[in-house]
């Protein structure tokens, strides 16, 4: 007789989810995990890191007070007291995973586990992480003999991802760091080199940028966050410069000599030689599934090691399941969540499945960028005959009360149909906007019932309605564009 009806193994924003959910169609649910609950995203990426946004934004806000008729007299920051808070946010919301877990009846069991066949795992202790010694342990390697031997009628495998390591020269020298590293560091470096201008890479500019560093990143592409619409990462390239970021596009670090400073090299259009008391990397994920022993389970994974699931998040392994960033399907912690909502559900016996065409994605620059659905590059390569339509913050009433008047909306549309294939925002309150555009496609909406949605004024939503109106050639607050 199994011990538990589903175990999950992992318990970050897929895994708590799907004990919870799994919990609430009455499974009997265990959950094995390494540190505290909540995985990446709680410990040690979207909370934290949005955390320590939110101290930056603030500070900058207040040293341009005087624009706002408010007088504030020697404005400081204190990057003792921005972690502080940053952890007290953290334990609050990894604290109340926990409460949520045990009012669910879920058991936590603390440990490493590994398959030892389909449906069992041994647990053992969580020894120190080879890759992080001296930080988060959701990577560490299994410790000692095994202290728990546990049977499950089904499992889910969400074990999550961890920071690709680069094969460059002096990767491992003290200084280079990794975007987890990162909440390691006691003072803001002055000179910082940034390898990867994607989200990670681009937040962690931004927001060290904002401190006073000296920042300098480092893009393979020809733009700074190259998965985004081409005029969204031109216009956060633009806006980083006039911060005084300086992006090296189209270039490859590929060297780190040890020194104080150390000595990065650079290669590409724009090589040249920077010192730099910090280097991050923020380039990549790879999945977390050292040690898990899913050979034994018959578990198979692609090329690049991610674990192959099918639309109920079935892995080629009878009863066995696999959800968030291990799969490999879009890293980010909403989808592990959904995932595990669709994999919890499947178990219990529901018909779910999991659709991947409406996915929003925000990154928490400033200004901040916020996504959904096709690129103009992409909608055009797949065929569609596209027309697009701009619209900026500063031709937008309650930005400029706002004070935030930076970037604007893009709708990608079909010409014939007007449907809105996708949505792209750079500028104040990105992320929250987003949600329109996402229901926008979901609901196969056009420009013109965007159009004749009454939107509330003055307020920032309100752009979603007037980009349509230019992108059906009546805007009434920018003047027509000429065809």
């Not at 649910?29 to 040690?44: Q, S, T």
């Not at 300086?246 to 590929?254: D, I, P, Q, R, S």
């Not at 280097?279 to 990549?284: F, M």
């Amino acid at each position: 007789m199994p011990e538990f009806d589903l175990l999950v193994v992992g318990g970050g924003p897929g895994g708590y989810v799907a004990a919870i959910r799994a919990a609430q169609r009455g499974l009997s649910v265990g959950l094995v995990e390494k540190e505290r609950p909540g995985g990446v995203c709680l410990n040690w990426g979207c909370i934290p890191t949005k955390a320590m946004l939110r101290s930056a934004e603030v500070f900058q806000t207040v040293t341009a007070a005087a624009d706002f008729g408010v007088y504030a007299d020697n404005v400081r920051f204190d990057f003792a007291a921005v972690r502080q808070r940053k952890d007290g946010i953290v334990k609050e919301l990894t604290d109340g995973v926990a409460g949520l877990l045990k009012a669910n009846g879920v058991t936590v069991i603390e440990g490493h586990a590994r398959f030892t066949g389909p449906t069992t795992v041994q647990v053992c202790a969580a020894g120190p992480s080879p890759i992080f010694p001296d930080g988060p342990r959701y990577a560490a390697a299994p410790q000692g003999d095994p202290i728990r031997e546990i049977s499950a009628r089904d499992i889910i495998v969400a074990t999550g991802s961890i920071p690709a390591r680069l094969p460059i020269p002096g990767i491992d020298l003290p200084g280079v760091i990794t975007s987890d590293g990162a909440f390691g560091l006691t003072e803001v470096p002055r000179r910082i080199v940034v390898v990867g201008g994607s989200a990670v890479g681009a937040e962690w500019a931004s927001l060290f940028a904002t401190f006073g560093s000296e920042v300098t990143v480092v893009e393979l592409q020809d733009r700074l966050v190259p998965l985004e619409d081409k005029d969204i990462g031109v216009a956060l390239g633009r806006s980083f410069a006039k911060r005084g970021i300086t992006v090296l596009t189209g270039c490859t670090v590929t060297a780190i000599a040890e020194g104080e400073p150390l000595r990065v090299t650079v290669d590409g259009p724009k090589a040249r030689e920077i010192d730099a008391d910090i280097v991050l990397i923020g380039v990549g994920r790879r999945p977390n599934t050292a040690e898990l022993g899913l050979e034994a389970a018959g578990i198979a994974t692609d090329a690049r090691g991610f674990i192959e699931v099918d639309e109920r998040l079935r892995t080629g392994a009878e009863h066995v399941y696999a959800i968030g960033d291990v799969t490999g399907r879009a890293l980010l912690a909403h989808v592990a969540s959904h995932q595990g909502l669709v994999a919890a559900d499947v178990i219990a016996g529901h018909d779910a499945h999991i659709d991947y065409t409406v996915i929003p994605a925000a990154t928490f620059t400033h200004p901040e960028i916020a996504s959904v659905g096709l690129t103009e590059e992409r909608a055009k390569a797949a065929g569609h005959d596209v027309l697009t339509a701009k619209f900026p913050f500063a031709a937008l009433g309650r930005a400029k009360t706002f004070g935030e008047t930076e970037g604007f909306v893009k709708i990608v549309a079909g010409r014939t149909h007007q449907e809105v294939l996708g949505v792209h925002i750079i500028g104040p309150s990105a992320s929250d906007l987003i949600t329109e555009g996402a229901l926008a496609i979901s609901l196969e909406a056009t420009l013109d019932e965007l159009a004749d949605t009454i939107h509330a004024h003055p307020t920032l939503g309100e752009i979603g309605m007037e980009t349509a109106l230019a992108g059906l050639g009546l805007p009434v607050h920018i003047a027509p564009r000429k065809r």
